[in-house]
């Protein structure tokens, strides 16, 4: 396991993303799934051994990877990464060279921690931003997902329009590195920056 980002919130202090290992991570990856709030990761019914197999693919994969996310160094929310070009979005939007797709889920706590959610998507842009050949990243949600669309609003996001994915229908949203670092400059939205328990982008 290696720590391949690491960001201070001024806030709530330290984030950092690791390397995902799936057998070790399989137990806490299989909770958060699973859980009522995790319905649109639409892994509801799959058991730990389902979560392995799922992991080990996308550890596989070429343009797939996934990563567990670290909260004051514990774990606290899980982020893949993918070229939507060839995963995700194949034929299905106007890919252009630097795009780079996103999920993220944070894990199920009983406390909502203020602006928990916000400094997660804020982490995780930043990750991919961090990356030169970063030109945007590109998001595919379920249209009923709103709180994750006013999440991604909040962070610099624009909708393209919906899309029909076979799993779901899906509101395509993109952001550019301005886009990002513009929305990154006024105070958080205290409407947008509660935790989302659960919530997938």
Not at 82 to 106: I, K, N, S, T, W
Not at 118 to 131: H, K, N, P, Q
Request: proline share 8%; net charge negative.
């Amino acid at each position: 396991m290696s720590v391949v980002f690491t960001r201070v919130d001024d806030r709530l202090g330290a984030f950092a993303l690791r390397t995902l290992e799936p057998e070790a991570d399989a137990p806490l990856l299989h909770g958060w799934v699973t859980h009522p709030k995790a319905a649109f990761w639409l892994m509801q019914d799959a058991d730990e051994a389902q979560v392995i197999e799922e992991y080990r693919r996308i550890a596989a994969h070429p343009h797939h990877d996934a990563y567990l996310g670290l909260w004051r160094g514990e774990p606290a929310f899980l982020a893949e990464r993918y070229d939507p070009a060839r995963v995700e979005l194949v034929g299905l939007y106007d890919a252009q060279p630097g795009d780079v797709g996103m999920h993220f889920l944070c894990a199920p706590a009983g406390d909502p921690v203020h602006g928990f959610t916000r400094a997660v998507i804020t982490t995780v842009m930043a990750w991919l931003f961090a990356d030169p050949a970063t030109e945007r990243v590109v998001v595919e949600p379920d249209v009923r997902n709103t709180a994750v669309h006013a999440l991604n609003a909040a962070v610099g996001f624009a909708v393209v329009g919906p899309i029909a994915k076979p799993e779901k229908d899906a509101l395509l949203s993109v952001c550019t590195r301005a886009q990002f670092q513009a929305a990154a400059r006024p105070a958080a939205d205290p409407a947008s920056a509660t935790r989302t328990e659960g919530a997938p982008a």
